[in-house]
């Protein structure tokens, strides 16, 4: 890390260097201020416009999640704390160079998307950059996911209501001119196809999966985090009434973190209110969805086999083709999009590990995979927030090229080196976690 004085940072990126410690002393706290004002104008700007995009040509298009970010590092980049983090820069660059050097030789004729690689690129190369945060800064922009969350939980609410007042529910997407709706995605998704009802949207949300992954992730965060049981039982109640099983599975794959650092009353308080969810769930109808939903990783075709089944099971078929298809891949932009005859469904998108496989081979995931741990389990950062965002990115949605979910891990987790004496303590550790270069 440079050595920047306090409230001084060098107008162009400096470079984040592992093990070289941090400068002396903590940062500005007007400018640690100044930066996580931006990160979270940006937090609400990019889920409010999560179902916008900027067309290019045909179905080609830039998310504006992705305009966003990189509007924000031109901010940061004129406040002066813009830092280039020198080993996930240098993790970029080696498998941006292994992509190109062997889609130029071996898969030059396999027609593969030259925009595909330039889109993962871009979103890659958002780990290269990091700001200087301290802790009362850093919880502030969780305090503003959570206040997002406390709307979007109201507008699950929202949605039910004014479906049972006889108004329908009301849809974005009737008000975005076609040519600028980010594609492939199912904003209306009904309940059950012989009933009226449709899924909570929330409004701004790409799917009824995306809402519900936001309500768990924050769920998880206040329950290791802030402790508020009004707030924790908003959350739960409309996670439950969201109908989407993504974002339970997110908080149930939490719970044993969570009751390793949650103090004893906290765990009494969820064990008593289990038996009246669950029973509120079996009300409402979510219990039974949700078992039904639990068997469909056996039926092909399926949204849970599609989900979690099928990716693994590419991935492995990936793995054993002939020749160096295996190791190198078969190419950006080559894995069936979706396609109901080779086992998708419409609009179907891929785990990211999956398309890894398929597309950049054994060589490319073993260059990609190590860049994503190393740079979401960031060392300063509470290992459960690390979590959440390392599994919604990997497993619950087809995230790879989808820059909303890549931002999502940059503000909570990865964009930050925390600066020395205002770190986030975690237990057995010290309290000066200024080394950045650590995942």
Known sequence: MSNAIPGHFPARPSIVRAGHAAASGTIDPAVARRTANVLCIQLVLVVVTQKLALPISGEIQIAFAMLLQYG???VFMLMGVLRVHLIRALMVLAFVSFAMIVHAVYNADAGYSPGSLFLLTL???MYAFVVPMDEENYDRILRTFQIIAVVASVLVFVNWATQFAGLGMFNLEDFIPDKFQYINYVYM??????LPWYKPNGVVFLEVSHLSQFIGMALVIELARFRRLKFAALYAVALLSSFGGTGTLLVLASVPFLLVQLPRKYVMAVVLAAPLLLVVAAQIGVLDNFTKRATE???QKSSGYNRFVLPAVTSANALERDGFGGMLGSGAGSIPAGDPTKGGVNGFAWSPYAKVIYEYGLFGFLMWLPLTLYAIFNRGIPFIICWIVFLQYNFLNGALNVPLHTVYCYILAAG??????ASIKRSGEPDALAVSGSA
């Open 416 to 421: 930050y080196v925390m600066m020395p004496g």
């Open 123 to 125: 979103i890659l190369a």
């Open 189 to 194: 998704n009904k309940l059950k196809w012989n």
């Open 72 to 74: 924000v590092f031109g």
């Open 297 to 299: 990783f056996g039926t």
